[in-house]
């Protein structure tokens, strides 16, 4: 299993050596399917990039999305206390056994944060939405904190809050792994393989997938995951 650069809905792919990891005995090839691109962003959001550390608190947004199950298993793992949101309530149910700590309403996540650590706010807010949430995540942030913006799926331009930032000496980072070098790509694999596979292996994290597609399915499985319906991750099968 591993990285793709794009057109992985196809029967044959051609990716670098370098990218690819040994599958844990423990899964098969639908769920290895659902691991890559999930656990190396969210670890790579985390630790690299935001460099979460054990007993801090973090807020993870989309928590039913793909990398929001895998970042709020690896959060738990490392011993964080986490906070996720969603528009839809069932969906953080299901995240709390996963290992989120608290589910948040999307509306008004900011407050919620400061009264349950007691205006203490989180270390680090890993963000998918962008321009509509900055405002918030600022908010929720301690001072030193930091944000790491992962997509932008409500929007890109936003009006930034500089004394706050300032004052709480706030740090923002985006980043994506599609448009990264070789060189960077093969160290994000690495650091996977190093720290997330041993977990992937004992059972400790997991894939979380909500269907399987086969080939000729694919449009059905791009409806459902536009309505935003999936839990997890959505799999199109070659038999």
């Given at each position: 299993m591993g990285?793709?650069?794009?057109?992985?809905?196809?029967?044959?792919?051609?990716?670098?050596?370098?990218?690819l990891v040994e599958i844990p005995d423990n899964l098969d090839f639908v769920q290895a399917a659902g691991?890559?691109?999930?656990?190396?962003?969210?670890h790579d959001g985390l630790f690299t990039q935001a460099g979460l550390q054990m007993g801090e608190r973090v807020l993870i947004h989309a928590a039913g999305s793909g990398v929001g199950t895998a970042a709020i298993q690896l959060a738990n793992a490392t011993g964080a206390t986490t906070f996720g949101t969603s528009r839809t309530p069932g969906k953080l149910e299901r995240a709390s056994k996963l290992g989120l700590d608290f589910g948040l309403s999307s509306q008004n996540f900011a407050a919620e944060v400061n009264r349950l650590t007691n205006n203490g706010g989180v270390h680090v807010v890993l963000d998918f939405i962008g321009a509509?949430?900055?405002?918030?995540?600022?908010?929720?942030?301690?001072?030193?904190g930091r944000i790491v913006f992962l997509s932008t799926m409500?929007?890109?331009?936003?009006?930034?809050?500089?004394?706050?930032?300032?004052?709480?000496?706030?740090?923002?980072?985006?980043?994506?792994?599609?448009?990264?070098?070789?060189?960077?790509?093969?160290?994000?694999?690495?650091?996977f393989?190093?720290?997330?596979?041993?977990?992937?292996?004992?059972g400790k994290v997991k894939p979380v997938i909500e269907q399987v597609y086969s080939m000729e399915e694919v449009?059905?499985?791009?409806?459902?995951?536009?309505?935003?319906?999936n839990f997890g991750k959505l799999i199109v099968r070659v038999d």
């Open positions: 990285l793709v650069g794009g057109g992985g809905q196809a029967q044959y792919i051609l990716v670098h050596e370098g990218l691991v890559p691109e999930v656990f190396m962003t969210a509509p949430y900055l405002e918030q995540n600022l908010d929720a942030l301690t001072a030193w409500g929007g890109v331009q936003a009006n930034v809050n500089l004394g706050m930032l300032m004052s709480k000496r706030i740090s923002m980072r985006g980043c994506t792994l599609r448009t990264r070098t070789l060189e960077e790509k093969l160290t994000v694999t690495r650091r393989a190093t720290s997330v596979l041993p977990l992937l292996a004992s449009g059905k499985a791009h409806v459902e995951m536009g309505e935003n319906k």
